[in-house]
């Protein structure tokens, strides 16, 4: 059986659902009732439902190539997709946004939390990890990135917080820390040829930071930081301010 042009009253519509042998069923219930189709058949099973005015929204293709999954639940309710290992999910008005990717080269997560809640991203694969987390309206922010040539870890904690930065890897540890409105501003590298090592511990750091995405051997999309025996930082602004040269 071929269904060429599947309509779900006007929301969803599917081009080429192949099947051989399946079995079709729809059902319409009431006003604000629900909506069914499903077909199964070689390639797996197609399902939708559709359940009341501000119900849920459901469809859910099982086969030979994964999974898809969508789901729709109320006026501020889930929103939920899933293809093979991706997964999305919007909860609520002041929710949760979630996605996820896992698959040859590792995991991609992203969430969203509330209003002034978490945003939170990571991928896993094979040069290592990248995590981002944004906390609150004067939460964290943290980046941290782990593969072959060490870690970069940025953080900035509060209204008037800590930022701390530092690559560990096979040529040694690059620190710096800004510490509090009128805190300790710190730089240290430890190499093979002994360590570095600056403070200053009134400098004012105010306002916010720009932060430039880094690129780690081509597998994660941050564009000014190079993860590979060097490191740049282009946008840290203080009153009275201070360049902090490249690492090689």
Known sequence: MKISTLKCQGRMGISTLKCQGSMFDTQVSGEDGDFYTQVSGKDGDFYTQVSGKDGDFY???SGENGDSYTQVSGE?????TQHGDFDTQVSGEDGDFYTQLSGEHGDSYTQVSGENGDFYTQVTGEHGDFYTQVSGENGDFYTQV?????DFYTQVSGENGDFYNQVTGEHGDFYTEVSGEHGDFYTQVSEEHGDFYMGISTLKCQGSMGISTPKCQGSMGISTLKCQRSMEISTLKCQGSMEIP???
Not at 76 to 80: C, I, P, R, S, V
Not at 146 to 150: A, K, N, P, R, V
């Open 246 to 248: 490249t690492l090689k």
């Open 146 to 150: 782990s593969g072959d040539h060490g």
């Open 59 to 61: 469809t859910q293709v």
């Open 76 to 80: 501020d309710g889930d929103f939920y």
